[in-house]
């Protein structure tokens, strides 16, 4: 099967910076894009930023200048580099992949445990 893990999360004060790592593995035939999304409470999850395997990035517009998505060597790893953190990033991030799992040859999104982020003021 496949597994997203993730690590990096924690608490930081307003205008720190956190860097989450996120590795899939298993039977995984291709990796189509990885990101990263943020569940606040009482919100409903949205996207933070999104890498494909071309390199194309997007970011939500509420992070666009302080964060930066980046794939690993491996292709297999993909990282979140957060930089002037702010009370409203507090949240339970987690890690996505849509990637084609080599036993069925059929792509879906498959998602991390989450880590959570705490930024306070």
């Known amino acids: 099967q496949v597994q997203l893990v993730e690590s990096g999360g924690g608490l930081v004060q307003a205008g720190g910076s956190l860097r989450l790592s996120c590795a899939a593995s298993?039977?995984?035939?291709?990796?189509?894009?990885m990101g990263w999304y943020r569940q606040a409470p009482g919100k409903q999850r949205e996207l933070v930023a999104k890498?494909?395997?071309?390199?194309?990035?997007n970011y939500a517009d509420s992070v666009k200048g302080r964060v930066t998505i980046s794939r690993g060597n491996a292709k297999n790893t993909v990282y979140l580099q957060m930089n002037s953190l702010k009370p409203e990033d507090t949240a339970v991030y987690y890690c996505?992949?849509?990637?084609?799992?080599?036993?069925?040859?059929?792509?879906?999104?498959?998602w991390g445990q989450g880590t959570q982020v705490t930024v306070s003021s």
């Open positions: 890498v494909t395997s071309g390199g194309s990035t």
């Open positions: 996505n992949a849509d990637l084609v799992d080599s036993r069925m040859m059929r792509g879906n999104d498959y």
């Open positions: 298993g039977t995984i035939f291709t990796i189509n894009a």
